[in-house]
């Protein structure tokens, strides 16, 4: 599973397509805060992010942590594996699935 290897790079406020981590915490996570007298939640999204990464960029960073040549070419292919437009399948050459859901393939 790569979700370990990445795990420690985020921040304890982050919910967001994240391994046990929930849309359920994220409030409660707020509740807390507004329990403790603060007054203002930032939800922040950035849009088309997934649509827009860098493949060979992401690979660069990935292969930094990820020493195992098959998990590896698994991320590569997985980003190739192009998307679904009109039932037709189109290649990819930027972006990333989004959530990189493929932890249940790497176990």
């Not at 649509?51 to 930094?64: E, H, K, P, R």
């Amino acid at each position: 599973m790569l979700a370990p290897i990445f795990e420690g790079a985020f921040s304890d406020s982050s919910f967001g397509f994240r391994v046990g981590r929930s849309a359920h915490q994220a409030v409660e996570c707020a509740r807390k805060y507004y329990e403790a007298g603060y007054k203002w939640v930032v939800d922040i999204v950035v849009a088309k992010f997934f649509d827009t990464v860098n493949q060979d960029i992401l690979m660069g960073m990935v292969a930094v942590k990820v020493k195992d040549k098959r998990v590896l070419r698994l991320v590569w292919r997985f980003l190739k594996s192009g998307v679904l437009v009109n039932g037709l399948v189109s290649p990819t050459d930027v972006g990333a699935p989004l959530g990189w859901a493929f932890e249940s393939v790497v176990k």
